[in-house]
């Protein structure tokens, strides 16, 4: 039996802090602070320690994504969120796969902070108007206006389609063998018209800087990086609770996330950042 509150919802903690900052190392870093926090907190005093161990993560990831907001600007190309290695059992949960995509995740990083907190904590784990309130410091009337604004905003950009575990896997592995195998046509084909491939770098690896439309225009870009630098090694893999790919070209790693409508690949998330590729040995316990 587990006492330590703190220890006993470690994993819903960091989904939190992940969710709202899309950074795995910073969620850590996030945890660490709360744990410090909670250790100096009488126990015995608290009525749900759930409840108020997620208001000390949220009030500490708000003001980590305060401080993070000049360095993202400042960031070199386009920025990704940070893949984790998950376990299969993640897509079980529809919603909680959902909220932990890339493609998600990419689309709560156009909220600003308290919208993105208010998003998360409500529509993702279900918290209470008024918790949430008290965990931002707005009142439960103010909290409802913003969480109306923030689902507007997350439901005008998000994929509108969905589909099962076993197409996007099918889709997935057809994608990853036909670049291990250098089939131009094939990719073309199992790729949207109007795919749109975004990679992340961060000035320390290889990447393309803006957003590459269009299938012919990526298939040739992922056939002129295996001309140029070898071939592929691709293999499929579970990040943030989906089939994707980890692809390997002369050593360097890449993970690769999809988003697939109609049986066809319509967005490409390519992380090449290699720091943000360091939690990829071991899956993420994530829950809510």
Known sequence: MIDDPFVAHRSLLFTVAYEMLGSAADAEDVLQEA????ADVDGARVRDARAYLIRIVTRQALNRLRTLARRREEYVGEWLPEPLLTS??????????ESVSIAMLTVLETLGPTERAVFVLREVFEIPYGEIGEAIG?????????????????SARRPRVRVSRSEQQAVVERFLTALRTGQLQELIEIMAPDVVVVADGGGLARAVRVPIHGAERVAKLFEAANRIRGPFEATTVWLNGAPAGRIEIDGELTAVSFVVEDGRISRIYAMRN???????????ELTR
């Not at 744990?35 to 909670?38: A, F, M, T, V």
């Open 35 to 38: 744990w410090l926090r909670w």
């Open 88 to 97: 299969p059992d993640v897509a079980d949960d529809v919603e909680l796969a």
């Open 138 to 154: 707005k009142p439960a009337a103010t909290v409802r206006q913003i969480g109306r604004r923030a689902r507007e905003h997350v």
């Open 274 to 284: 290699p720091r943000k590729l360091v939690r990829l040995s071991e899956p993420a």
